[in-house]
Structures are given as C-alpha cells and as structure tokens.
C-alpha cells in the first residue's frame, strides 16, 4: 500500500507531466555528467532537460 507521501508524489507529478524515463548509457559517461552538474551548482534533470530542448529547437530549424 502506497504512502500518503508517495500518493502526493504521484499526484503533483501526473499534475505537472512529469514521467519517469529510463536509457541505457555507458556507465563512465553517466559518472562524468553527474561530476559536472555538481561542480556547476546543477542538477542532472535540469541539464538534460535544458539540453533536450536546445536539441528540439535546433531540429526544428532544419
């Protein structure tokens, strides 16, 4: 049986549109990335998240 915490949880994130998604990627990238956020003061999610939609406009440019 599911929280009250993981009820919220799952609430703001259907609300908001949020998923979960999973990719597979070399371990040593992933390690690199995650040093690279935290030296920048950042978050993986927010990175990925900036870079996708830097990747999107450009596509749509073409």
Known sequence: MQSA???AIRKYEAKTGMITKS???KK???E???VACEKAG???SKELT???LEFI???KEN
């Open 5 to 7: 915490r993981s009820k």
């Open 23 to 25: 990719y597979k990627l």
């Open 57 to 59: 406009e450009k596509q």
């Open 42 to 44: 950042s978050n993986q």
């Open 32 to 34: 690199e990335f995650k």
């Open 28 to 30: 040593e990238i992933v």
């Open 50 to 52: 900036r870079m996708m």
